[in-house]
C-alpha cells in the first residue's frame, strides 16, 4: 500500500495510513447507503437557526470573497426567510471544526476537503459550479517560476515545493500520489515540502521566489490572473493533470429538513447575470450550479485518498 507522505492533526481531525477505505464517523448513521451522514431521526436534534452560517473554502484574503458572495446570500435571505451571515476562514481545518461544532450550517469546501467534512463534520454536498453547457472541473498544475532551473518534473529533486493544506486534492493529495507513483519523488526525502495555506499563498510564494514551485489548481490562478494579481508570465507550469471537480457546496447533517430545502432552491433559482458571482467566478468558466452527489462525483477524489492511504479518525 502507499503511505501517507506527512501526518496531522487539525482541530481534532486526524489523517492516518490504512488499508480500509475512509468511511462515516460512528456518531452518524447513513441508512440509505448514500455515503453521506442522515438527517438525526429524533426531530428534536434538527437544527433550525434564526442566523445561517455560510463560509467559502479559504482564500488569502476572505474580504474579497465576502464581497463576492454578498449578493448570494441576500438571495439566500430572501429564500430561506433567515438572516444569513459569511464567515471568513482561515483554514480548512478552522472550517471543518466549525461544522463539526455546529457554528456552521452551509459552506463549500474545497475538493480534497470534501471527503474529511463529509466523514467527520457531517456535511452532505448537494451542488457544484459549472459552465453553461454543464461540464466542471479544474486541473491541479504544478507551476515554477521563470529562471528556477526546473523544467520538468524530475527537476523538483533536491528543491523545495509548497503543498496548500493536508486535506487539499489539487493542494497535496493528488500532487503526492503523481510524484510518488509517475516520478518516484518523496516529500523531505527527494524534495523539501511546505505547507502555504492556500493556492493563493502558494502561487504567490512561487511568483516572489519564496518556493521554488508549489502544486495549485488552476482555477484558482485563472481567478487571480483575472484580478490582475498575478500575470500569466509569472510562472511556469511543469505538469498538467486530468480534470477534477471544483468546490462543492452543501449543508450540515441536521439542518431542518425544510431548512434544507429552501437552502437548495437558493443555489437552484440564483440569477447569475450581472452578479459579483458572474464577475469572479466566470474567469474560471462557471455560470451556474448543477446538482451532485458526493458517491458520484467524488469517486475519483476518494481513489486518490485510497492511493495515499488516508482514512479519517474524526475523535
Not at 462515516?24 to 434564526?50: I, K, T, Y
Not at 465576502?66 to 476562514?89: D, I
Not at 510562472?235 to 480534470?243: F, L, R
Request: contains cysteine; aromatic residues 12%.
Amino acid at each position: 500500500m502507499y503511505r501517507t507522505l506527512l501526518g496531522t492533526g487539525a482541530a481534532g481531525l486526524v489523517l492516518c495510513s490504512s488499508l480500509a477505505s475512509a468511511d462515516l464517523a460512528p456518531r452518524f448513521s447513513d441508512a440509505d447507503g448514500d455515503m453521506v451522514a442522515d438527517a438525526p431521526s429524533d426531530e428534536s436534534q434538527w437544527v433550525d437557526p434564526d442566523t445561517l452560517v455560510f463560509a467559502y473554502t479559504p482564500v488569502e484574503d476572505p474580504a474579497v470573497y465576502a464581497e463576492v458572495w454578498a449578493g448570494f446570500l441576500e438571495h439566500m435571505e430572501e429564500v430561506t426567510g433567515k438572516r444569513v451571515q459569511f464567515f471568513p476562514v482561515q483554514s480548512n481545518s478552522a472550517q471543518l471544526e466549525a461544522m463539526r461544532a455546529g457554528r456552521l450550517h452551509v459552506a463549500g469546501f474545497n475538493t480534497g476537503g470534501v471527503p474529511v467534512a463529509v466523514n467527520c463534520s457531517g456535511f452532505v454536498p448537494f451542488t457544484m459550479m459549472a459552465s453553461d453547457d454543464g461540464s466542471f472541473g479544474y486541473e491541479m498544475e504544478i507551476i515554477t517560476y521563470p529562471g528556477s532551473g526546473i523544467e520538468r518534473v524530475e527537476d523538483l529533486e533536491g528543491r523545495n515545493l509548497a503543498f496548500t493544506s493536508p486535506t487539499s486534492n489539487s493542494g497535496f493529495r493528488a500532487p503526492s500520489a503523481l510524484l510518488r507513483s509517475e516520478y518516484g519523488l518523496e516529500a523531505d526525502e527527494d524534495f523539501e515540502a511546505a505547507f502555504s495555506g492556500s493556492h493563493d499563498n502558494s502561487i504567490l510564494g512561487v511568483v516572489n521566489a519564496d518556493y521554488d514551485a508549489a502544486a495549485i489548481a488552476n482555477s484558482v490562478s485563472n481567478r487571480m490572473i483575472a484580478r490582475g494579481v498575478v500575470e500569466e508570465g509569472d510562472y511556469d507550469v511543469i505538469y498538467t493533470s486530468e480534470t477534477f471537480p471544483t468546490t462543492a457546496y452543501g449543508h450540515v447533517y441536521n439542518l431542518h429538513p425544510e431548512l434544507v430545502e429552501r437552502v437548495a432552491e437558493a443555489f437552484e433559482t440564483f440569477d447569475w447575470e450581472g452578479s459579483a458571482l458572474e464577475e469572479e467566478f466566470a474567469n474560471s468558466g462557471e455560470s451556474q450550479f448543477i446538482p451532485i452527489t458526493y458517491q458520484e462525483h467524488w469517486a475519483v477524489i476518494r481513489t486518490i485518498a485510497d492511493a495515499n492511504g488516508v482514512t479519517y479518525d474524526c475523535d
